[in-house]
């Protein structure tokens, strides 16, 4: 861990990762409609929705982004589907253990880094290894019986692509947009406000 960041977390962590986490299960829910909606755009080639994806990844990456402590990619992505959920998602119950899947993938990224290094390479990461978690979470429970090639590939290759760019370096503007506006001042992130 730098000097700047420990591994015990303040309540300002858990406030602030909990108003991330919600804020986003609101969209998550708003998501899943767009997602329903937009099917019928993507008949041509029913992979490239998978375009989209990424939204569904973003708490993770700005949790980890923010907070930048063990955890809090995890925790954010996890409390984000369990809110998404609780308002009424078409898949259920199993969102809940597809967004801890998720998050774990985020998480993987700054814990390879020891939680020392929140830089654009590093949310670039975190949102292609969510965006892999979700692809083959999604390969299992959703797409099993459909074609290898015509199908399953392109929108596994899809995903982690969406997640990469929306999740990871949208994230990262998400965050380095935050830190300009002041709200993060409390936090590493936010005394960076030229390093992110």
């Not at 589907?81 to 998480?107: D, F, K, P």
């Amino acid at each position: 861990m730098s000097q700047s960041t420990t591994a015990r977390w303040r309540t300002v962590d858990i406030v602030v990762a909990s108003v991330v986490a919600v804020a986003f299960g609101v969209i998550f829910w708003a998501w899943n409609l767009v997602w329903s909606a937009t099917e019928g755009l993507f008949t041509f080639f029913p992979p490239a929705q998978a375009v989209i994806y990424g939204v569904w990844l973003l708490p993770g990456v700005l949790g980890g982004l923010v907070i930048r402590k063990p955890g809090a990619a995890s925790y954010t992505e996890f409390l984000a589907a369990l809110v998404s959920v609780l308002l009424g998602s078409q898949w259920g119950t199993v969102a809940i253990l597809q967004g801890l899947c998720q998050g774990v993938g985020a998480e993987l990224a700054f814990l390879a880094t020891g939680y020392r290094a929140f830089r654009l390479p590093v949310a670039v990461l975190s949102g292609t290894l969510a965006g892999l978690a979700a692809a083959l979470f999604d390969q299992w429970r959703y797409y099993s019986e459909y074609d290898l090639a015509s199908f399953r590939l392109p929108v596994l290759l899809l995903t982690v692509v969406s997640s990469a760019v929306v999740a990871g370096a949208g994230g990262w503007a998400l965050t380095r947009a935050l830190t300009q506006t002041g709200v993060l001042d409390r936090f590493p992130a936010g005394r960076e406000r030229t390093a992110i």
